[in-house]
């Protein structure tokens, strides 16, 4: 759910190919999230820090122990979130695609 892992590829119909994936995390947005939902992480550009995996189990896990985890998957998979992979398409085209990549990333990840 960190955006490292492709489900496949969306064709739309102009032809133009959409990775089917959750946005790209970075560390440094893995520990906003985390902060935003209760759990604050630094992020530091020196030193020792997590892999993005690690942090994200570390958020699950915060949520799920505090009655979050509901509230953290419909931020993820809010349409907002995939805005980068949605611009410059039509309104039509943006619901049909946001659709089609959350319904299959739900069939991968379940």
Not at 5 to 25: F, S
Not at 34 to 63: A, Q
Not at 86 to 96: C, G, M, T, Y
Request: proline share 5%; net charge neutral.
């Amino acid at each position: 759910m960190d955006g490292g892992t492709k489900y496949g590829i969306y064709e739309n119909d102009d032809g133009q190919q959409i990775p089917v994936a959750m946005p790209y995390l970075s560390g440094p947005d893995l520990c906003g999230l985390s902060t935003l939902f209760g759990l604050p992480v630094n992020y530091t550009w020196r030193g020792t820090n997590l892999s993005r995996w690690m942090y994200l189990d570390n958020l699950l896990d915060y949520c799920i122990k505090n009655n979050k985890c509901s509230d953290l998957l419909l931020h993820m998979f809010s349409i907002d979130r995939f805005k980068s992979i949605l611009s410059r398409k039509s309104p039509q085209d943006i619901e049909k695609i946001y659709k089609y990549i959350v319904d299959e990333i739900y069939k991968n990840i379940n």
